[in-house]
Each structure stands twice: as structure tokens, then as C-alpha cells.
């Protein structure tokens, strides 16, 4: 597996379960901080393409 893989697949790990969780977060704060990690981290993945 080459990093570019391993680094696309921890990543869609990650924003996957994100996304899994944030309709049982009742924290305003934190769920829009997790969303806002989200995105800028969708943004980071895009720029290196």
C-alpha cells in the first residue's frame, strides 16, 4: 500500500465516523468544530491532489 492509500484510507476512516457521530453530539461547539475539521481537511486532501 502506498502512503498516498494508506493516507486515503485512515482519512475516509476518519471523516466517516465523523460523520456517523454528529447527530448524537448534542455540544453545539463541538459538532461544529468537528465539521469545521472536516472540511479542512477535505481541503487539504484536495490541495495535494
Known amino acids: 500500500m502506498t ?3 494508506l493516507f486515503w484510507k485512515m482519512y475516509s476512516k476518519l471523516f466517516n465516523t465523523i460523520t456517523d457521530v454528529l ?3 448534542e455540544n453545539t ?3 461544529e468544530t468537528l465539521k469545521q ?3 479542512d481537511t477535505e481541503e487539504m486532501y ?3 491532489e
Open 3 to 5: 502512503d498516498k492509500e
Open 23 to 25: 447527530p448524537l453530539i
Open 37 to 39: 475539521a472536516q472540511i
Open 29 to 31: 461547539k463541538v459538532s
Open 46 to 48: 484536495i490541495s495535494k
